[in-house]
């Protein structure tokens, strides 16, 4: 089991996201209890390319503070929305053996999305913990919504589990 923090950059978390605070705090629990359980917790940051201002060196790339990696922890950068985009990362996995990945981070409706539908393709077992995606408002759906209809209708029973972070080192 490994725990997957996708995408939580500076550019990107604040205020604007769905429920920011609480997802913020639930995230910071999430790694906490991987952290205490023994769960090797991996950070992704997604990578638009040079000259976009959310690129390696920028500002806006880098993780943010609230969740940062610890020194020993790996980082690896992917250019398309799912975490699987990243073959280092797919070899890491595949030569731990590693059959189940906990997903958290940013965007619900992009790169969350993605990486749960590619993980599930792949044949890990997905766990999703409530409250630690999130996303903001679009043209089509508010940030409420497209989290709902995500967390509660798109992914369970389909491609991961949505249990509590409680559950999540239980199951």
């Known amino acids: 089991m ?3 923090v996708i995408d939580v950059q500076k550019g990107i978390t604040d205020d604007r996201l769905y429920d920011f605070k609480d997802f913020v705090s639930n995230l910071k629990e999430l790694i906490a209890q991987a952290r205490k359980h023994g ?7 997604h990578d ?3 000259g976009t201002g ?3 060196g920028d500002r806006d790339f880098e993780i943010y503070d609230e969740i940062a990696p610890l020194p020993d922890e790996k980082i690896y950068y992917k250019t398309v929305n799912s975490s699987f985009g990243n073959k280092d990362l797919c070899r890491y996995l595949e030569d731990k053996k590693e059959d189940t990945v906990i997903v958290s981070g940013l965007m619900t409706n ?4 993605a990486t749960v539908k590619s993980a599930f393709d ?3 077992k997905v766990i999703i913990p409530k409250a630690c995606n999130s996303t903001s408002n679009n043209d089509y759906m508010d940030a409420e919504t497209t989290y709902k209809y995500y967390n509660e ?3 369970p029973q389909r491609f991961a589990e949505c249990i509590c972070i409680e559950d999540v080192f239980n199951s």
């Open 2 to 4: 490994v725990l997957l």
């Open 54 to 56: 959310f690129s390696l």
């Open 48 to 50: 638009d390319g040079p």
């Open 39 to 45: 769960v090797e917790v991996i950070y992704i940051q």
């Open 122 to 124: 792949r044949g890990y």
């Open 110 to 113: 992009f790169c969350i999305d």
């Open 153 to 155: 209708m798109m992914w």
